[in-house]
């Protein structure tokens, strides 16, 4: 008598029932109650198993429907904080705006008050002749133009993208460099514009938002510049064309972002600034900006820059933007 299943083997056993032929009816009984006690055995272990089966479904099931909640309730937040990311970097901006404005009207507005006050003395000594009140004029009105200009410039960047356009990336970048302009040539520092000669293409994306990416840059480059010991301060602007993108590539001599934190670089909060200068979410929305928004690239480097001769060793910051032909 060949029995597999040792447990049943081990019973058949204790009955002393080793072949068929000595099966007699009282043996063949006690064979049919332990048959009849595995199968009560195995029906209340199949029960126990649907029933722990069926409570571990319908607790996997609360926890799928509880995690999809979580998951939305976690994808809502980010979103909650994105959107308060964008509007800090905003305001930092705007502050960062404002002071760049006033460097910028000072100079013409003093220019036209002196200019006023000349003019003023002079009819009152009735030393002026026509001539010299229309130069007068003119420069006034050329200095007026300038205060339009900037207005226009800082409307340009308040204004908020609906929808891609096509644009010139250099024109854009431009717009950008006057409004710190006057705060680079206070601090001395000289900006060097190369162009790649057959560069023609138009870039397609959210023209006022790459104002905000260009400006951030800018003016991190002019503080790196300010806190370092180099005496001649330079931000290098290369404007390449590529097959799929138009790339700015902005570089300064100030020697570079330290390797140990240079990755984290654009992760939100992240500063090296004093926290009175500086909330570490200019160039994480700079990413999120060029990045999420416009499809392009966003990424900086340590790299040494040869001019006339000469090293200069700083960081580069590469913002690259898809071109108008592969985007539409």
Not at 30 to 35: A, C, R, S, Y
Request: hydrophobic residues 35%; proline residues 1%; aromatic residues 10%.
């Amino acid at each position: 008598m060949n029995i597999e299943n040792k447990v049943l083997a081990r019973q058949l056993k204790k009955l002393r029932i080793d072949s068929y032929e000595n099966l007699d009816e009282k043996k063949f009984e006690k064979l049919l109650n332990l048959i009849s006690k595995e199968y009560e055995n195995t029906d209340s272990n199949i029960y126990r198993l649907e029933r722990a089966l069926e409570i571990s479904t319908s607790e996997l099931r609360k926890f799928n429907d509880s995690l999809e909640e979580r998951i939305e309730t976690e994808v809502q937040k980010n979103r909650e904080k994105d959107k308060q990311l964008f509007i800090q970097s905003r305001y930092a901006g705007m502050g960062e705006m404002i002071g760049n404005i006033a460097h910028q009207w000072r100079q013409p507005l003093s220019a036209i008050s002196t200019i006023s006050s000349g003019m003023l003395l002079e009819l009152e000594l009735d030393m002026c002749e026509r001539k010299d009140i229309e130069n007068s004029y003119e420069k006034i009105l050329e200095f007026t133009k300038f205060l339009t200009q900037t207005i226009e410039d800082f409307r340009g960047y308040l204004k908020k993208d609906k929808e891609k356009v096509e644009f010139d990336i250099l024109d854009i970048f431009m717009k950008s460099f006057n409004i710190v302009e006057s705060t680079y040539k206070n601090n001395n520092i000289y900006i060097n514009i190369k162009k790649d000669a057959h560069f023609s293409e138009k870039s397609f994306g959210f023209a006022n938002e790459l104002i905000q990416v260009f400006l951030n840059i800018l003016n991190n480059a002019k503080d790196a510049l300010l806190e370092s010991e180099v005496e001649e301060k330079i931000v290098f602007i290369d404007i390449l064309e590529g097959n799929e993108f138009n790339t700015i590539s902005i570089i300064d001599n100030a020697g570079g972002i330290n390797e140990n934190i240079i990755e984290k670089i654009f992760d939100p909060y992240f500063t090296t600034k004093h926290k009175s200068q500086g909330t570490g979410i200019g160039l994480y929305m700079s990413k999120d900006i060029v990045e999420k928004n416009m499809h392009g690239k966003l990424s900086v480097t340590n790299i040494n820059k040869n001019l006339d001769g000469t090293t200069y060793k700083g960081a580069c910051f590469n913002i690259s933007i898809p071109k108008s032909n592969t985007s539409n």
